[in-house]
């Protein structure tokens, strides 16, 4: 078993006891550096960096090999990676490119049967009268037709 699969196995068996954790980039480059970065159905703490950090090093054979651990959690600003992270994001205004280029940004009601849902608002003419009014309509798009979601921050 080379050095990946083995901290690959290590990373797996200590998020096996996290069900709520999960993996969502595990790299390992030439110098030996061990780069993971979890996020988590509630977010992820310090906590949990640090625990799956020590859980990954006292398996590892420093004596045998030299090696630098970094764990940390999705970024905010991160596209996303995982299926999973449509459903923990629910109810957060997101940005949808898909592979046509074209971009499309609403409130992520989340995911069912392989498709995205996001609510829109648009203002339309009223059918009767002047002025207009607000619309909200419900989106859906395929995981397959998906290039890159992210999250739109607010303040």
Same mark, same amino acid.
């Given at each position: ?35 993971? #970065?979890? +996020? /988590?159905?509630?977010?992820? *703490?310090?906590?949990?960096? &640090?625990?799956?950090?020590?859980? %990954? ?40 490119? #898909?592979? +046509? /280029?074209?971009?499309?940004? *609403?409130?992520?009601?989340? &995911?069912?049967?392989?498709?995205? %849902? ?38």
């Amino acid at each position: 078993m080379n050095f990946k699969d083995q901290v690959k196995e290590l990373v797996n068996k200590a998020l096996s006891e996290h069900p709520e954790l999960f993996l969502t980039d595990l790299s390992v480059g030439t110098d030996n550096t061990i780069r993971v #970065t979890i +996020d /988590g159905d509630k977010g992820v *703490g310090i906590d949990d960096c &640090i625990e799956l950090s020590r859980a %990954i090093e006292n398996s590892l054979d420093r004596e045998a090999m030299d090696f630098a651990l970094e764990v940390t959690s999705f970024g905010a600003t991160e596209p996303f990676v995982m299926e999973r992270q449509y459903a923990k994001n629910a109810g957060r205004t997101v940005q949808i490119t #898909t592979l +046509d /280029g074209k971009t499309h940004e *609403g409130l992520l009601k989340g &995911i069912a049967e392989g498709n995205v %849902i996001i609510e829109t608002e648009t203002r339309e003419p009223k059918p009767v009268g002047k002025g207009k009014i607000t619309v909200k309509k419900e989106h859906l798009f395929a995981l397959t037709d998906i290039k890159e979601t992210k999250i739109i921050i607010k303040f």
